[in-house]
């Protein structure tokens, strides 16, 4: 399965298709709908999100709501186009009083993005790296989120910090699995816990009356995994190279960590690997998880927990330092509409991207032409793993 994502910040619409899908799936656009406004939604964000009420529009690939085995597209319509219609007209002259974004801001792909493409204006640039893509990509993996809840996996995610408030887990790697997503869903800070909750958003609210931004970090967490999937015989297979690649290709990711990550390398062996155990009613298990849920490459059938860190949003109302690039004199940064921290919807974006990964990695393992073969084959994959541990 395969996504490509179109459309710009402000122009008409996002287009996402799909491709490689396996007939017999059922789509909600109930379901899109529901991750595109957890998406949208957040303590921290920009007025953007009041004006945008994205809701998805399933125009090829479903009939009478079941994949058919054809590429699926899925737009959204961007509300704030009618305010663009000018300033980002398809076709016809720029308009005479036409402001261009000449002033690149430091942490955006202004700069970099207007040399290599050659533009004096960075708008053609950002309205492309803006974030707002990835309401598409959040779009795209519904279809992944909904093979996935098919063969008995969810994918949540929960943030652990923004700025310096911090929620302290005892041990995430057990307890991560057991919180409630309602608790998570409650929360503008997609946090469980209320206190790291309230200090989260006291951040927040200072960050904004300084004219600043945060970032922070987040979970993100599947249950109900299958042990095997991806592989360890060639660098292409590994989920650990997959997951995180998707991971690094969201906007403003900086750092992604399996299991205890970084903090594994701190320790001796024995307190981070985990004991094979082999339970009556489950098969071969482990006593901890401190791998996160892949070994090898592969999935252990315990559960996924990948931490992610994202930067600081780069626009800033007390803005950096730049160059103006008509008169390549030192200049303020421009001053986009924005968001102060995008810490939970960064988390939605993510949980769209393991989704998709775990998708593929299903598919390539139990099959993809259609559904009905691919329950066959992971019911006759786990009946096999269950027999091995008798
Ligand atoms: C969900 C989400 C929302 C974002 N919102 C904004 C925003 O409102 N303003 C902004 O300047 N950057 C925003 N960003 C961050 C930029 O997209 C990102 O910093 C930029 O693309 C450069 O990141 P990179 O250097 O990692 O590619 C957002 C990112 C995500 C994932």
Redesign the pocket.
């Known amino acids: 399965m395969r996504y490509i994502t179109a459309g710009e910040s402000h122009g008409p619409q996002l287009t996402a298709i799909v491709d490689g899908v396996p007939a017999g799936l059922h789509i909600s656009e109930e379901s899109i709908n529901a991750d595109l406004a957890r998406?949208q939604s957040g303590y921290g964000r920009?007025e953007?999100q009041l004006i945008e009420h994205d809701r998805v529009r399933i125009v090829s690939g479903v009939r009478f709501g079941r994949t058919i085995g054809a590429p699926i597209t899925l737009i959204i319509e961007n509300r704030d186009w009618e305010n663009w219609t000018d300033r980002m007209a398809v076709f016809g002259e720029a308009p005479l009083d036409l402001k261009r974004e000449t002033t690149p801001?430091p942490?955006?792909?202004d700069l970099v993005g207007a040399l290599k493409t050659d533009s004096d204006d960075c708008r053609n640039v950002l309205e492309r790296?803006?974030?707002r893509e990835?309401a598409a990509r959040v779009a795209a993996a519904g279809i992944a989120r909904e093979l996935l809840a098919d063969l008995g996996v969810d994918v949540f995610s929960y943030v652990t910090s923004i700025g310096q408030a911090k929620f302290i887990e005892k041990d995430p790697m057990l307890d991560a699995p057991d919180y409630k997503p309602l608790e998570i869903e409650i929360s503008d800070v997609r946090c469980p816990n209320e206190a790291a909750a309230d200090a989260m958003r006291l951040e927040i609210d200072k960050a904004r009356n300084l004219g600043e931004s945060l970032g922070g970090t987040f979970r993100v967490v599947a249950r109900g995994l299958v042990a095997g999937l991806g592989g360890y015989a060639s660098a292409h297979e590994r989920m650990t190279g997959r997951i995180g690649a998707a991971l690094f290709s969201?906007?403003?990711?900086?750092g992604v960590e399996f299991g205890l990550g970084f903090e594994a390398a701190t320790l001796p062996g024995s307190h981070v690997h985990d004991p094979i155990q082999l339970d009556p009613l489950f098969g071969f298990t482990r006593t901890s998880n401190n791998a996160g849920g892949l070994e090898g490459g592969m999935t252990t059938g315990m559960p996924l927990i990948v931490t992610c860190a994202?930067?600081p949003?780069?626009?800033l109302m007390t803005p950096l330092g730049t160059i103006e690039l008509d008169s390549l004199e030192p200049a303020e940064a421009s001053k986009?509409r924005?968001?102060v921290c995008?810490v939970p919807?960064?988390a939605v974006?993510a949980e769209g991207e393991v989704a998709f990964a775990l998708a593929n990695a299903y598919l390539e393992k139990f099959g993809h032409d259609n559904m009905a073969d691919i329950r066959a084959n992971l019911a006759a994959y786990k009946q096999r793993l269950k027999t091995v541990s008798r």
Do not use: F, L, W
Request: aromatic share 0%; hydrophobic share 40%.
């Open positions: 998406r920009g953007r801001r942490g955006h792909a790296a803006s974030a990835t969201i906007p403003a990711i900086k994202m930067k949003i780069p626009t986009e924005s968001d995008a919807a960064c974006v």
